[in-house]
């Protein structure tokens, strides 16, 4: 036991190891529900580390699997952990911790893409989460939607996802995801966790980055005009904006020098501001 440990952590060493619940469960990761799972505590302790402090408030994890993530969380102080699964195999898996939890875990049935984060308990709410790989950016666009919501983020994505995250302008990577996670929050990369550290290991290395929101004040109240804006311009990236753009604007050219912006200019050299400053074009 570390030093600062709980008495839950006693209860929940007693726990079977994690690939005997796989196994008896039948836990085997599946290929359409993203699923690669973490088993080594002292990753996941970090992962729930670097989401501290976990109380006061909820934690939300998503696709907890056979509870590697969410033994941690409970381990690193969590007064009260959601745990959203689509798969029913991990549900029972999950019911030996839940038991062992005291209270402190829920384990909801749901795919987390038709939850109200909001709804699942008392502020300030962090979503802590492992995320399946083949949900992972619509689940965050979603919860960019809800930012008003969450206190912040810590999510563990692969790593070509986060490095869009991070991008900055006139590089590859930079992009839709990139303006709307940077406009909406702060992004920090943490650090990164390798194929073999998985069962099954992935192809890719993962990485996990903290989102956290920017003060109301300084982000768009909607983002579905930056978001038709962000579209439309790095869906034809390889064109000057003055013709990604003419689906959006009656013209394009007009608004552009209007913003102070150059027609002839390309989605990738914009800052994330210039294109808020579109939205904010679009939405008038």
Sequence with gaps: MEAGETPLGEVLARLPPLRETIALHGLDARKRLGQHFLLDLNLTRRIARAAAPLSPGTVIEVGPGPGGLTRALLLEGADRVVALEVDARA??????????????LQVIEA????????????????????????VSTALLVRWLHGAD???????????EVVDRLVARPR???????SVLAQHVCTVQRLFDIPAAA??????????????????????????????????????KRRKMLR??????????????????????????????????????????
């Design 91 to 104: 549900i029972a898996a999950l019911q030996e911790l839940l038991a062992a939890a005291g209270g402190r």
């Design 111 to 134: 795919d987390a893409l038709g939850v109200d984060l909001a709804g699942l308990g008392p502020p300030p709410r962090r979503v802590v989460a492992n995320l399946p790989y083949n």
């Design 149 to 159: 919501g969450l206190a912040d983020m810590v999510l563990m994505f692969q790593k």
């Design 171 to 177: 590089t590859k990577d930079y992009g839709r995801l």
């Design 198 to 235: 998985f069962v099954p290991p992935p192809r890719v290395t993962s990485s996990v980055a903290r989102l956290t929101p920017r003060p109301r004040a300084d982000r768009l109240g909607d983002l579905r005009p930056l978001e038709r804006i962000t579209a439309a311009a790095f869906g």
């Design 243 to 284: 013709g990604s753009l003419a689906g959006v604007f009656t013209d394009p050219t007009a608004v552009l020098l209007g913003l102070g912006l150059s027609p002839t200019a390309r989605a990738e050299e914009l800052t994330v501001a210039e294109f808020v400053r579109l939205a904010g074009a679009l939405d008038k």
